[in-house]
T-cell receptor, first 117, second 115 residues
Framework: GAVVSQHPSRVICKSGTSVKIECRSL??????MFWYRQFPKKSLMLMAT?????????EQGVEKDKFLINHASLTLSTLTVTSAHPEDSSFYIC?????????????FGPGTRLTVT | AQTVTQSQPEMSVQEAETVTLSCTYD???????LFWYKQPPSRQMILVIR??????QNATENRFSVNFQKAAKSFSLKISDSQLGDTAMYFC????????????FGQGTRLTINP
């Protein structure tokens, strides 16, 4: 299957700082990327959907000014957690999808563990 | 809005046994996809099997098969000849065909295969 990478795999940051997480589709063009958050032993919660070249669509309850999403190219989307707080500590997962070639398949990245101290 | 329910938080079976994981969903859509994903301790999400709602035949992938009951909105996963490597969290997921094609996940079932 297609490969999606995330960087970094783990990050620790101090309260009040911002941290950027990258999601890359390595061998296909991702017209759409999705960002999820997963708490320990819980399911994946969709945060936002980003389409290449347009603004992200955020799910209800997700602060767009806190979780900035950019999808500037067909292979890269970034999630920036601004003014991070300890409650933002979580596991963040991205997935990528090409609507032009696949009717359903989403390819998941390996995830990024964020710890805010 | 669509919802997906997995009523078994945890399950445990012996190696080589067969195990069935339950999933029900609620939707007013007629065409959609259903998936089972596996998340091992590495936390990498892995697609196990998918089912198109317009297909009556149940999907099968080697030791994994589903029992899709559209009228009952039920989508269970059967794992035959279970192996130690099947130990993982299993998530049932729903996707509309039209629109944003977002995945809606169930709560997950933690499956442990014992030697």
């Amino acid at each position: 299957g297609a490969v999606v990478s995330q960087h970094p795999s783990r990050v620790i940051c101090k309260s009040g700082t911002s941290v950027k997480i990258e999601c890359r589709s390595l061998d296909f063009q991702a017209t759409t990327m999705f960002w999820y958050r997963q708490f320990p032993k819980k399911s994946l919660m969709l945060m936002a959907t980003s389409n290449e070249g347009s603004k992200a669509t955020y799910e209800q309850g997700v602060e767009k000014d806190k979780f900035l999403i950019n999808h500037a190219s067909l292979t890269l989307s970034t999630l920036t957690v601004t003014s991070a707080h300890p409650e933002d500590s979580s596991f963040y997962i991205c997935s990528a999808h090409n609507r032009r070639t696949s009717s359903y398949e989403q390819y998941f990245g390996p995830g990024t563990r964020l710890t805010v101290t | 809005a669509q919802t997906v329910t997995q009523s078994q938080p945890e399950m445990s079976v012996q190696e080589a046994e067969t195990v069935t994981l339950s999933c029900t969903y609620d939707t007013s859509e007629n065409n959609y996809y259903l998936f089972w994903y596996k998340q091992p301790p590495s936390r990498q999400m892995i697609l196990v099997i998918r089912q198109e709602a317009y297909k009556q035949q149940n999907a099968t992938e080697n030791r994994f098969s589903v029992n899709f009951q559209k009228a009952a909105k039920s989508f269970s996963l059967k794992i035959s000849d279970s192996q130690l490597g099947d130990t993982a969290m299993y998530f049932c997921a729903f996707m509309k065909i039209q629109g944003a094609q977002k995945l809606v996940f169930g709560q997950g079932t933690r499956l442990t295969i014992n030697p």
